[in-house]
């Protein structure tokens, strides 16, 4: 059974940082990639930082592009998402989730953790 378990939230100032840390357990991912997505309030989830589990290559949504990292440290089963420069816009709950090939989610998520940046 796929278990991943988020942490690194808190609240931070406008400008300020956090790092997100995602553990993943139960198969092995080898042939998938890991994702950040994040969800604000009365807002739909959306896509912020993918990477490759082997290759490591990333991609990003416009919105993020430049002030968040994504890594992954193979040996450990865990991504992480760097963020920098943060915004009052960037206030969501943020999910780690294991995509396919093609960056779609397959229906494994952990559980959120907030992120509040303040102004």
Request: net charge positive; hydrophobic share 35%.
């Amino acid at each position: 059974q796929v278990q991943l378990v988020e942490s690194g939230g808190g609240l931070v100032q406008a400008g300020g940082s956090l790092r997100l840390s995602c553990a993943a357990s139960g198969r092995t991912f080898s042939n998938y990639a890991m994702g950040w997505f994040r969800q604000a309030p009365g807002k739909e989830r959306e896509f912020a930082a993918a990477i490759s589990w082997t290759i490591g290559n990333t991609r990003y949504a416009d919105s993020v592009k430049g002030r968040f990292t994504i890594s992954r440290d193979n040996a450990k089963n865990t991504v992480d998402l760097q963020m920098n420069s943060l915004k009052p816009e960037d206030t969501a709950v943020y999910y780690c989730a294991v995509l396919n090939y093609n960056l779609v989610p397959t229906g494994y998520w952990g559980q959120g953790t907030q992120v509040t940046v303040s102004s």
